[in-house]
T-cell receptor
Framework: DSGVTQTPKHLITATGQRVTLRCSPR?????VYWYQQSLDQGLQFLIQ???????AKGNILERFSAQQFPDLHSELNLSSLELGDSALYFC????????????FGPGTRLTVL | EDKVVQSPLSLVVHEGDTVTLNCSYE??????LLWYKQEKKAPTFLFML????IEKKSGRLSSILDKKELFSILNITATQTGDSAIYLC?????????FGTGTRLQVFP
């Protein structure tokens, strides 16, 4: 158990819908990272927040957004869902913003029908 | 474009064998390289390497980085069925962790 929690564990929804994935980092970690893992693309970095502010952006679609709240938990919002958005979404946390080992949560499996 | 290439894509061995997993990278702003093990759930951290030529070791696993030739290797000796997993290599480019597609290792008794 890494200490990073993610909810829900599994989410099934229809195309065009909107979902919110939630992540609580390890106690004391200020940075939260979001990743998407699909079968054909491997683990892709989406976005990073550090102490409430966006720090780095990866291959995140405009239909996706995220935020980190004052209590350091983070939410990833996915809207206008498409079939291709079906994937495992991982959240990871680390103590500082970079050059630190990241600890991954158990992931949320999103299935878009 | 920054990229990480892992080889082989897949590896099948018997228990007790030694395996070497390769990771080569091209990056504009290298900071550190990390290895993760992913079983049927989240990746778990194995090693972080920042200096060339210094071996990191944890039990039967060890890893080394060559910053001149831009690669890293992960060695697993005396493999066990519990080593079966996908092994991911990643590097930090400034604040982004960029992953390779992984090597799938299957260890049979």
């Amino acid at each position: 158990d890494s200490g990073v929690t993610q909810t829900p564990k599994h989410l099934i929804t229809a195309t065009g819908q909107r979902v919110t994935l939630r992540c609580s980092p390890r106690s004391g970690d200020l940075s939260v990272y979001w990743y998407q893992q699909s079968l054909d693309q491997g683990l892709q970095f989406l976005i990073q927040y550090y102490n409430g502010e966006e720090r780095a952006k990866g291959n995140i679609l405009e239909r996706f957004s995220a935020q980190q709240f004052p209590d350091l938990h983070s939410e990833l919002n996915l809207s206008s869902l498409e079939l291709g958005d079906s994937a495992l979404y991982f959240c990871a946390s680390s103590v500082q913003g970079h050059d630190r080992d990241q600890y991954f949560g158990p992931g949320t499996r999103l299935t878009v029908l | 474009e920054d990229k990480v290439v892992q080889s082989p894509l897949s590896l099948v061995v018997h228990e007790g064998d030694t395996v070497t997993l390769n990771c080569s990278y091209e990056v504009t702003n290298f900071r550190s390289l990390l290895w993760y093990k992913q079983e049927k759930k989240a990746p778990t951290f194995l090693f972080m390497l920042t200096s060339s030529g210094i071996e990191k070791k944890s039990g039967r696993l060890s890893s080394i980085l060559d910053k001149k030739e831009l690669f890293s290797i992960l060695n697993i000796t005396a493999t066990q069925t519990g080593d079966s997993a996908i092994y991911l290599c990643a590097f930090y480019n400034t604040d982004k962790l960029i992953f390779g597609t992984g090597t799938r290792l299957q260890v049979f008794p």
